[in-house]
């Protein structure tokens, strides 16, 4: 179910779905295998209950909506793991490697964290942003530069995007353009891991690091601590950081959606997963003082606005 909705969200059909305009005869309308698989899948669809035929037109049903409420998670899940998932026999047997042999699909995973983001973790952020004074802001990891854009235009400042995905950046470039704001909004393609190589850092005073934080933590507490050390030397004294991340399933938590799935594809990337505390004295420990905390609509979702105070 998840790749057969995954799909069509990555085909442009969910929305036709989701709105009830699906018809019978739009998909005539389609070449005959196209339109023999897209049937197939309707049908399959209506079986598992996520889609019920009204007229001439297929619409989701209560069950299929609040499946696709969380759609960012299965675009993530199925289009930016879905090849390394499917290898995982290769991972456990110890004959393949996690990224050297069967890497993610940046576009993919890109694509739909920011539909996650748009609707479980945007609005929550940008009220966290109000009443905070910033002129650049950078984005460590940020994908289609969606939320930077969003910043930008919001609070009036400059940005910098960065990001190690060709695809992403190829989105990024133009989510800048047809934004209208390539006169003060720029993406470049590098690794947000090396502080060094990253332009403006000391002339910025918000920092945004959606999603990346663990990917520093998968070399351990210790390489964290010290990039967030090196972070807060490069920018200026009271600068912002506003970190979005995906706590574990707690303990005894009942059926947690998506949680589990989130913590084990970071599992097979060799990474690990911080609750809120943890977070909190890791940020310490590098030279932040956390202001505020607040959990997100997003699945296990965690937002953290932090100060830098050394």
């Not at 998840?2 to 990555?10: D, I, K």
């Not at 939320?147 to 992403?168: K, M, N, Q, Y």
């Not at 945004?208 to 920018?235: C, K, N, P, W």
Request: negative net charge; contains cysteine.
């Amino acid at each position: 179910m998840s790749s057969v909705l995954a799909a069509f969200e990555m085909a442009d059909l969910l929305p036709d779905l989701e709105n009830g305009t699906l018809t019978r005869a739009a998909i005539k309308g389609r070449g005959r295998d196209e339109a023999a698989l897209l049937g197939a899948s309707l049908r399959y669809l209506t079986q598992r209950g996520l889609v019920e035929e009204s007229g001439d037109a297929f619409a989701l049903t209560a069950y299929g909506r609040d499946v696709c409420q969380d759609k960012g998670y299965l675009v993530w899940l199925v289009g930016g793991y879905g090849e390394p998932l499917r290898r995982m026999d290769a991972f456990l047997s110890g004959d393949k490697r996690y990224g050297a042999d069967y890497p993610r699909d940046g576009r993919w995973v890109a694509d739909g964290a920011a539909m996650l983001g748009r609707k479980d973790v945007v609005p929550h952020a940008l009220r966290l942003l109000d009443g905070v004074e910033f002129g650049h802001a950078l984005d460590l990891g940020c994908g289609n530069a969606k939320f930077l854009l969003t910043v930008c235009s919001r609070f009036g400042a400059s940005g910098t995007g960065v990001d190690i995905s060709p695809e992403a950046c190829a989105e990024a470039d133009k989510a800048v353009r047809e934004a209208g704001l390539a006169d003060r909004v720029r993406v470049v393609r590098g690794d947000a891991g090396d502080l060094s190589a990253i332009p403006s850092l000391g002339d910025t005073q918000l920092v945004i690091t959606f999603f990346l934080l663990h990917e520093i933590l998968a070399q351990g507490r210790d390489a964290l601590v010290a990039y967030l050390s090196d972070l807060a030397g490069r920018l200026p004294e009271g600068a912002r950081l506003l970190i979005a991340e995906v706590q574990p399933p707690a303990a005894g938590e009942d059926r947690p959606r998506f949680t589990p799935e989130f913590t084990l594809v970071h599992a097979l990337m060799r990474q690990t997963l911080l609750d809120s505390k943890g977070w909190s004295e890791a940020l310490a420990d590098g030279g932040f003082t956390v202001r505020e905390v607040l959990e997100d609509d997003m699945p296990g979702g965690i937002l953290i606005l932090a100060e830098r105070t050394r």
